[in-house]
């Protein structure tokens, strides 16, 4: 079992920055993708921004040029750095990951990120 446990959401003024880590512990052998959805209320639930093993990265068109998405391997860590945040983009975000040749997927508890006008 793989334990994900998410910190740096808040509130935060449109044009700010934030940013989240997600760190995961417990059997993390194996850990492929690593990732960031968001949730919006009355939403579905949307990729973010998606980071390989090796580094290569996607991201959704409505973050393109404004987050950031990162990783450390040696600390089972992924990060997202959010700047020139919108009202938009206020969700609850929740990071994940998928482990072995399964994909099993994680996901952490979700961390509230809200941008104020």
């Known amino acids: 079992q793989v334990q994900l446990v998410e910190s740096g959401g808040g509130l935060v003024q449109a044009g700010g920055s934030l940013r989240l880590s997600c760190a995961a512990s417990?059997?993390?052998?194996?850990?492929?993708?690593m990732a960031w959805y968001r949730q919006a209320p009355g939403k579905q639930r949307e990729l973010v921004a998606a980071?390989?093993?090796?580094?290569?990265?996607n991201y959704a068109d409505s973050v393109k040029g404004r987050f950031t998405v990162s990783r450390d391997n040696a600390k089972n860590t992924v990060y997202l750095q959010m700047s020139s945040l919108k009202p938009e983009d206020t969700a609850v975000y929740y990071c994940n990951l998928k482990q072995g040749t399964l994909r099993i997927d994680y996901w952490g508890q979700g961390t509230q990120v809200t941008v104020s006008s």
């Open positions: 980071i390989s093993r090796f580094g290569g990265t």
């Open positions: 417990g059997s993390t052998g194996g850990i492929n993708a």
